[in-house]
């Protein structure tokens, strides 16, 4: 009976053993691969693999670094994006020696006017017989904070010129007034911003001028740059031309990123419509799309309450010249310097937007990827 319990004893633990060393030799599951496919956009020593990139809002074609040890035969490429139309595709896959390709991806322009709302689509880059893959994500344009596109004005005319129809800042339905306050006139209670037909009037012809102000917007205090574009155009008609110029403020923290020295204050000029052009009133926004830019510092924080204030006219005592102006399309976006474009250097600075704003001069329409 001893000897059977010690054979016995003896052949579990042999047994033990033998699992334990099975156990030692099995893969496990969590552990790293050893096949990568990594995604560079440059093939500088320092740079690092990402798995989102950004690109230029204008038609352009983008060459991303892929380095891999898988044989590049195995690996196919391709782009997905959530338009009816593909906003861009892969048009090249180039290998440049060895575990390296280079894969280069066509994208129209954002727009053919100045929107710059992120929109983003996805290029994968995969070994399907190895089920290993990279996904990346292509982002062109940036996060809105606030936009309104003045669509929900339907007011009097779409000219300008013709005023019957508009309606006060007073009459406004609470959804309207949501968007955009304003200030009274002087120590009055009248405001002179009225809605118009997808657009905004600040100002009257007796002489008030006007300010439109953006509101709150919790999400301003996670941020340290933004960008704030809209379109302006001053009025005129057969006789008579309207003081151009206007203000626009940043209020409640926050600073121009133009100046050295903190300044929150800017004065530009509107361009004036043509009323003579065989496309009017279609056009009267060529020339007249507007993009700023803001910065919160140590001294001077973005923050919840940081507005933006557009301003006509004197909001204290009537002019003798009219500064009726015309603006729609606001929004305020976002920066992020470590993934968007740096639109501050592009268009040099706060003014007229010369990267997609839109022109009296004739430009091709790249937004689609043929």
């Given at each position: ?226 960008m704030v574009s809209f379109r302006a155009v001053a009025y005129n008609d057969a006789t008579t031309k309207d003081n151009n110029k206007f203000t626009v403020e940043i209020i409640g923290g926050g600073e121009y990123r133009d100046f050295e020295e903190s300044v929150k ?106």
């Amino acid at each position: 009976m001893l000897r059977l319990c010690q054979l016995l004893s003896a052949t579990v633990l042999l047994g033990a053993v033998a699992f334990a060393g099975v156990s030692c030799n099995r893969v496990d599951p969590n552990a790293p691969r050893s096949e990568y496919i990594e995604v560079y956009d440059s093939l500088d020593d320092e740079a690092e693999p990402k798995t989102a990139f950004s690109i230029s809002v204008k038609a352009d074609t983008t060459v991303f670094y892929v380095r891999t040890n898988v044989d590049p035969a195995k690996i196919e490429v391709e782009w997905q994006d959530a338009s009816t139309s593909p906003w861009a595709k892969v048009v090249g896959v180039e290998q440049q020696g060895k575990g390296l390709l280079a894969v280069s991806v066509a994208a129209g322009s954002r727009t053919t006017y100045g929107y710059y709302t992120r929109r983003s689509g996805m290029l994968m880059i995969y070994a399907r017989e190895l089920n290993l893959g990279s996904y990346i994500t292509i982002h062109q344009g940036c996060v809105a904070r606030f936009a309104n596109d003045c669509a929900n004005f339907k007011y009097g005319a779409a000219d300008p010129n013709i005023t019957d129809g508009e309606t006060i800042y007073s009459a406004w339905n609470s959804n309207q007034k949501g968007y955009f306050s304003t200030q009274s006139f002087g120590t009055g209670t009248i405001s002179y911003l009225f809605g118009r037909y997808g657009y905004l009037k600040l100002g009257d012809a007796l002489g008030h001028g006007a300010c439109l102000i953006t509101p709150y917007t919790n999400d301003i205090a996670k941020d340290s740059l933004l960008m704030v574009s809209f379109r302006a155009v001053a009025y005129n008609d057969a006789t008579t031309k309207d003081n151009n110029k206007f203000t626009v403020e940043i209020i409640g923290g926050g600073e121009y990123r133009d100046f050295e020295e903190s300044v929150k204050k800017m004065e530009f000029t509107a361009p004036y419509y043509d009323i003579n052009d065989p496309d009017y009133p279609a056009n009267i926004w060529n020339d007249g799309e507007f993009m700023l830019f803001f910065r919160g510092t140590d001294a001077n924080k973005l923050s919840s309450n940081t507005q933006i204030k557009i301003t006509a006219g004197s909001l204290t005592e009537k002019a003798d010249v009219n500064s009726r102006l015309f603006v729609t399309r606001v929004y305020i976006r976002r920066l992020d310097v470590k993934v968007d474009e740096d639109y501050f250097e592009m268009n040099g600075g706060s003014g007229i937007d010369t990267i997609l704003g839109l022109t009296s001069e004739e430009r091709e329409d790249d937004t689609i990827i043929e």
